[in-house]
């Protein structure tokens, strides 16, 4: 059904979780809750999606059946909900997390569907050559396990990729085999979602060769078998995506009507990412037929301009509005624009870097797994063969044999428990037991180092102090049990919204000590808003939903003047000061001290 129709295999999943709930039966209710979110997610509706998982996150509360293979499937469906609709970074951070839970359990299936969430995640940051190496993992592991739509898709995106690849030259020739293998795959059985999907994909590799002509006859294809289906989403992918060959062919009267009749389908579904692409066509449009009315789509497309849509295609979308007022005259305006764009090209290019430093990061804990066990498995296979060689010689001596393999190995055993142990002692010291986070000692230590490159360097810095606010408060009136929950939100929001190499620890008590490496005071409240809706969003045992805790922050700028960490830290307590005496749960910054005469 998911490859033919997801509409009915929605419908199918809802009649089996009627019949499910009557019956009282837990386990088919919680797989026809992923099995609908699934449908959901695949024909873009992500706010139905949204309330399947819900439940299911209810249910799988409630039920004491549940372990640890249900919590993660619900994990990964929920992440592949969650493509397009979350910064890329905190998605690639769940992907590793998901990953490193899901292998204990054994199940290649599980990890293939993990390997799914992180193909799309790649592609939609235009990381190509991860993406293809993903793409091509997911084939085997898809073959392997039986799951022919998971083979079907990822063969479909190594055609998509085939010229966008470092070290692979644009062949048209090539992609279509890719295609035509996935074509294949499917051979005769009822596929006509599928088939739009790869029609649609082949349209894309058509338009990257630059051809517009060709690229347009498939994506119209696309949108006939969507249409079939009544998938909305299809619908108006394949009537922006044929209007955007059309403009390039230099028929943009054509290509306004497409986008005008994508419009209303995605505002009904409220699809953010095809509501964004149809505004830009229209402005595109526009723009290029010189009509003087298209200071009258300006503002729908503003309005379309969401935080949750990639920054590339935000870019993209500034790009078109700078042109439209450049038309109008408007050049102050446009410049604006224009400037903005830039802004959000840094911006997808940051999120690609922090992607790439997850992915080495997770490559990094894979190959040092592996050395792990090649090194064991080295030394009990040469205990092993030192054992074969001596009986083979001294048969007389198997006791004695026979002991010494044993110390042999118990000595192996021993070696590795002690390694374990002095690395497990060595992370006690520098962990914070309750949060998590860097202890005092780790993260003076971290804050030192970064004080003295930037000094050294003259680069960027800033030091935070964070201080709960009215935490005895919590304590009293909660309890301490309460209180500690408070503080793991804290380091749990910090996790979804920090960058990778900023340094994030706990002092003591109910105050944080932030390092935040190449970004001045200016990027501070931006940084503080993130934070703080970040921890509001976080669920905190013995406390209502949204909790209402919040904190203050006093921020100092390390600058060149030589400060040491003592004194940076009293400057950002005096400002910290500041902040709870103008009323709390606000940020006060402090920039560099004058320098000494």
Not at 184 to 211: C, H, T, V, Y
Request: charged letters at 25%; hydrophobic letters at 45%; aromatic letters at 4%.
């Amino acid at each position: 059904m998911a490859l033919d129709d997801p509409q009915g295999g929605l419908d199918w999943s809802q009649q089996k979780l009627a019949k499910a709930r009557a019956a009282q039966d837990v386990e088919t209710q919680f797989w026809m809750l992923l099995g609908s979110a699934r449908m959901a997610t695949t024909l873009e509706d992500a706010q139905r999606s949204a309330g399947y998982l819900a439940e299911a996150r209810r249910l799988l509360a409630t039920w004491p059946g549940a372990g640890p293979m249900h919590r993660l499937w619900l994990g990964t469906t929920q992440a592949l909900a969650d493509v397009r609709l979350v910064p890329t970074v905190e998605l690639m951070a769940r992907v590793l997390s998901l990953r490193r839970e899901a292998v204990p359990l054994g199940m290649p299936d599980l990890l293939c569907e993990v390997d799914s969430v992180e193909l799309w995640a790649l592609v939609d940051v235009g990381n190509n050559d991860d993406a293809w190496a993903a793409a091509e993992a997911i084939e085997r592991c898809a073959a392997e396990t039986g799951y022919l739509d998971l083979e079907v898709s990822a063969i479909t995106q190594l055609g998509s990729l085939s010229g966008r690849v470092s070290g692979k030259v644009p062949a048209v020739g090539q992609a279509e085999d890719y295609f035509q293998r996935a074509l294949a795959r499917l051979d005769k059985l009822p596929a006509r979602f599928q088939r739009s999907l790869i029609e649609f994909e082949l349209g894309g590799a058509l338009n990257a060769a630059r051809l517009p002509g060709s690229a347009r006859d498939h994506f119209l294809r696309a949108l006939a078998l969507s249409q079939d289906l009544g998938d909305k989403a299809g619908v108006a992918a394949g009537q922006i995506r044929a209007g955007e060959m059309m403009l390039l062919m230099g028929d943009a009267e054509s290509a306004l009507q497409m986008a005008r009749s994508a419009l209303p389908l995605m505002e009904a579904q409220g699809n953010q990412l095809r509501l964004t692409a149809a505004h830009m066509l229209v402005l595109k449009a526009m723009t290029a037929l010189k009509r003087p009315d298209v200071a009258a789509a300006l503002e729908p497309a503003r309005r379309a301009d969401a935080a949750n849509v990639p920054p590339a295609r935000r870019a993209e979308l500034a790009q078109a509005m700078a042109e439209a007022l450049a038309l109008l005259g408007q050049h102050a305006r446009a410049y604006a624009e224009l400037q903005r764009a830039n802004q959000l090209r840094g911006q997808s290019l940051e999120g690609q870097r922090d992607t790439q430093m997850l992915r080495l990061q997770a490559r990094y804990e894979t190959a040092r797994r592996d050395v792990e066990t090649t090194e064991l498995r080295r030394q009990t296979e040469t205990a092993q063969l030192a054992l074969q060689a001596r009986e083979a010689g001294q048969r007389a001596l198997w006791t004695a044999l026979g002991a010494a393999c044993l110390l042999l190995v118990g000595a192996v055993v021993m070696v590795v428990r002690g390694w374990r142990h002095r690395r497990q002692l060595a992370e006690l010291a520098l962990r914070d037991e309750l949060t998590g986070l860097p202890n005092r000692r780790a993260i003076r230590a971290a804050a030192q180092a970064q004080i003295e490159q930037a000094q050294r360097w003259q680069g960027p810095c800033v030091l935070a102090l964070i201080d709960i606010d009215h935490f005895k408060q919590v304590n009293d009136v909660h309890g301490h049990a309460t209180g500690d929950a408070v503080l793991k939100a804290l380091a749990k929001a910090s996790a979804h919204v920090l960058r990778s190499h900023d340094r994030f620890g706990r002092l003591g008590g109910e105050e944080f000590l932030l390092v935040i490496p190449g970004s001045a005071l200016a990027d501070m409240p931006a940084v503080f808003d993130r934070l703080r809706s970040a921890f509001s969003a976080v669920e905190v045992l013995g406390l209502p939903v949204p909790h209402g805790v919040r904190f203050s922050m006093g921020a100092v700028d390390v600058g060149t003047e030589g400060e040491s960490l003592d004194q940076l830290l009293d400057r950002a307590d005096h400002a910290l000061y500041e902040a709870k005496a103008a009323g709390r749960d606000q940020l006060v910054v402090r920039g560099p001290v004058s320098a000494p005469a």
